[in-house]
């Protein structure tokens, strides 16, 4: 199978660009992100440090604020004008949990080489992020070791079904690659389990976008950020006769009046665990 990996600097531009536009559109994501804390809540855990790896405009801030009132609280994304919408979002809680004790920091980086000492933070958290990286083990093998004893991983990302529609219309006329891979939810469990997560714990959901018109799918894409960034990319998905051609061709998944975009969304939580070698983390998958 051909990997197609991400241009990360195509990708970081994507979404500085986006980033005035992100929270009109992110409606999937704002509703992935309350699936998340509906999640967290049944899990027992009292994190003193938190990171948002890949924490686009900060949108979890206030809730970790309300939920944890943790010592620190730090934000990561590689798109720096997101960085600075988190800051922004986030400023009117500064000074008075700084008061408290606690203090945020903001951090432009990828999380592939995240700038974190070892056992240092209570929980990391991902909201539709991982997504983006091309080394998942890399990700998973730095998280367990920046964890502390009994620190909680949780995130979600999305699964291969994501976009099928569009991904099928595209394939239908071009051989070009013109969407990102997602990974499967075995392959992640797999994983988590392969860089030092311990018993991990997956679910998936499936949702479906409905627009009028393709216009507003490719509009709602572009505003997210989510455009094309795989390396080697076609120069495509921006002309008339190519979008026109695609267009004619999603027609055929019109119901009732309107079209549908499907998206496959992972859930899942591991722990760092110093267990013996000879014991062995049990995957616990779930699907509806």
Not at 27 to 44: A, D, N, S, T, Y
Not at 135 to 153: K, S
């Amino acid at each position: 199978m051909i990997q197609h990996l991400i241009d990360k600097k195509r990708a970081q531009a994507s979404f500085n660009k986006a980033s005035d536009s992100y929270e009109e559109a992110a409606v999937l994501q704002k509703h992935v992100l309350g699936e998340m804390f509906l999640r967290l809540k049944l899990l027992k855990i009292n994190p003193k440090r938190i990171l948002d790896l890949g924490c686009g405009p900060g949108n979890a801030g206030s809730d970790f604020k309300a939920f944890y009132k943790p010592h620190d609280l730090i934000y990561l994304d590689f798109a720096f004008n997101m960085i600075k919408k988190a800051e922004v979002k986030n400023k009117d809680h500064y000074f008075k949990v700084f008061s408290s004790g606690t203090t945020q920091q903001f951090i432009c980086a990828d999380m592939e080489a995240i700038p974190l000492i070892e056992n240092s933070v209570d929980m990391v958290w991902s909201n539709l992020s991982l997504q983006w990286c091309n080394d998942l083990d890399r990700v998973f093998t730095q998280i367990a070791e920046i964890l502390t004893h009994n620190g909680l991983f949780i995130f979600s990302t999305f699964g291969p079904s994501t976009l099928h529609e569009l991904r099928a219309s595209l394939a239908s006329f071009s051989q070009n690659s013109h969407i990102n891979q997602f990974i499967d939810m075995h392959d992640i469990g797999d994983a988590l389990i392969r860089c030092g997560l311990s018993d991990p714990v997956l679910d998936v959901d499936i949702y479906k976008l409905t627009y009028g018109t393709f216009k507003e799918i490719i509009y709602d894409l572009k505003h997210i950020g989510a455009r094309n960034a795989l390396q080697g990319r076609a120069k495509g998905m921006t002309g008339k006769g190519f979008l026109y051609q695609l267009e004619k061709l999603y027609e055929i998944y019109r119901a009732d009046e309107k079209l549908p975009v499907s998206y496959e969304v992972v859930y899942g939580h591991a722990w760092k665990m110093n267990k013996p070698l000879n014991e062995s983390s049990v995957i616990k998958f779930y699907s509806k």
